[in-house]
């Protein structure tokens, strides 16, 4: 069992930055899972957008981020970060964070799931 609590989000600017967070807690080691950032525009489905590994070595973003987002975690402290510079009106959604037995783009790999944090892009 795991936990997932969201922090961060909010309203920015075209071309500004934000930094959200997702923080875990529960019975089961958090290294044992691969952490990903999904987000859900309002009427379109869930779709990936950046996945960590277990140790933070390796992850994997989705195309229409790669360059602006950096996905990154702490092990010590149980929390995974999304840095999000260069934001657009498009990233607007609400965003999500799972966690995976591996790190995958694939969200039906996901079995558990922070709450969801809105972010906002304004023109």
């Known amino acids: 069992q795991l936990k997932l609590v969201q922090s961060g989000g909010g309203l920015v600017q075209a071309g500004g930055s934000l930094n959200i967070s997702c923080a875990a807690s529960?019975?089961?080691?958090?290294?044992?899972?691969?952490v990903g950032w999904f987000r859900q525009a309002q009427g379109k489905e869930r779709e990936f957008v950046a996945a960590?590994?277990?140790?933070?070595?390796?992850?994997i973003y989705a195309n229409v981020v790669k360059g602006r987002f950096t996905i990154s975690r702490d092990n010590v402290k149980s929390i995974v970060y999304l840095q999000m510079t260069t934001l657009k009106p498009e990233d607007t959604a609400v965003y999500y964070c799972?966690?995976?037995?591996?790190?995958?783009?694939?969200?039906?790999?996901?079995?558990?799931w922070g709450q969801g944090t809105q972010i906002t892009v304004s023109s």
């Open positions: 799972g966690a995976s037995g591996n790190y995958d783009t694939d969200l039906s790999e996901y079995l558990y």
């Open positions: 529960g019975r089961s080691a958090f290294t044992s899972y691969g």
């Open positions: 960590i590994n277990w140790s933070g070595r390796s992850s």
